[in-house]
């Protein structure tokens, strides 16, 4: 991949290239950053930039026998590196020990080709301290060739020794219109209102706003989600069990679904309180959205923020989460009819 395809992150690209270009490349590096910002290209780029065989100032070259193999991911000195690279029966999605030992092993043979070799690591915070200190190793006593990219979305679950062995480059989340921008260059067939409404929810990640394009059944869950929060208004409590189900239902998603209710809530504020609102994240929504609002009052979505900021918090907590799903309906449904009692837990 050329730094020329990875999009933003324009500080961290001249950091890199100008280090590439002065030949002051370190053994190991941490990407860290959300899930989706682009921490894996850019990882790509800066591989193919350092294996290049004939470089300009700004990039690889992109067309010499070194570059084809990395575009083509058949570049023997560019390992992407997780379990199954080593075994492929191997399930764990954590970065094991045997895996590290295994890249070490390889890690002390000289290139093929190229003057370097590189590593990549994605999810490397989650490596356990058996694994961490394996690498802690090659980090001490690198061989000379050799640059490690470790990925991470939290590099506080790195030892201090590893830490202090791999400058941290750190990947914010995208602004909203850097993924518009993304997304209309893109070649994902959609329409300017999904394109908005993906750049709107994907939290500055690219990765979440083409998965909410492409991945019908994201799309499909929004819309459950959506429908269960708009038909929480009444006095019947269908609506709590329903909720409470699909929250159930979708635990591994509750980020997705929180960052989705988040985004009702909000734009509740705007239609309640605000004539023109072109900030509406859920737009082709509209109607329901507008009908809800008439339902609830001027504070409600702000006591809905409130409710759903607590138990996210919980859920950071490891707190059970049947309980979780089952409080948040009930409190959300209690809000929204403006009950007077509350749950608590
Ligand atoms: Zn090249």
């Known amino acids: ?26 053994h190991a590096y941490i990407f860290e950053g959300p899930q989706g910002v682009g921490r894996l290209s850019m990882a790509k780029a800066f591989a193919m930039r350092l294996m290049c065989e004939n470089p300009n100032d700004d990039d690889s070259c992109g ?15 560019l390992r992407i590196v997780n379990n199954q690279l080593y075994d492929p029966s191997k399930k764990s999605t954590d970065i094991l020990v045997d895996t590290v030992r295994n890249m070490k092993r390889e890690i002390y043979i000289k ?28 980090l001490e006593e690198p061989p000379e060739y050799c640059t490690i990219i470790l990925i991470a979305e939290n590099s506080n679950l790195f030892l201090p020794t590893i830490l202090s062995r791999a400058p941290i480059l750190k ?7 850097e993924v518009r921008e993304y997304l209309a260059k893109s070649s994902i067939e959609c329409d300017a209102d999904e394109i908005d409404i993906a750049a709107k929810m994907c939290q ?64 509740l504020i705007y239609v309640k309180n605000i004539e023109n609102h072109p900030e509406i994240t859920n737009g082709d929504k509209w109607i329901k959205l507008q009908k ?9 979505p702000i006591r809905l923020n ?8 919980y859920f950071s907590k490891n ?14 449904w209690e809000a929204i009819n403006d009950r007077g009692y509350r749950s608590k837990i």
């Open 1 to 26: 991949m050329l730094f020329s395809e990875v999009f933003g992150h324009n500080k961290i690209k001249d950091v890199l290239i100008r280090g590439a270009n002065s030949g002051r490349v370190g």
């Open 111 to 138: 290139p093929y080709a190229a003057e370097r070799k590189v590593y990549i690591v994605p999810n490397a915070d989650t490596m356990n301290l058996y694994a961490q200190n394996s690498l802690l190793k090659v």
């Open 306 to 313: 409130e409710i759903l900021f607590k138990y996210s918090d």
């Open 292 to 300: 809800f609002a008439d339902s609830i009052g001027r504070e409600c």
């Open 171 to 177: 990947f914010f989340p995208l602004a909203e219109n």
């Open 319 to 332: 707190i059970s989460y049947g309980l979780i799903a089952q409080c948040l309906s009930l409190e959300l």
């Open 204 to 267: 500055g990640s690219i990765g979440k706003a083409k998965e909410l394009l492409e991945d019908s059944e994201t799309g499909d869950l929004r819309n459950a989600l959506l429908d269960s929060i708009f038909a929480l208004v009444g006095e019947r409590r269908k609506g709590i069990y329903e909720l409470m189900l699909l929250l159930k239902q979708n635990k591994d998603e509750f980020e997705f679904l929180v960052n989705v209710m988040q985004s009702v809530f909000r734009d």
């Open 63 to 77: 067309i010499c026998k070194t570059c084809s193999q990395c575009m083509s991911q058949n570049n023997p000195d």
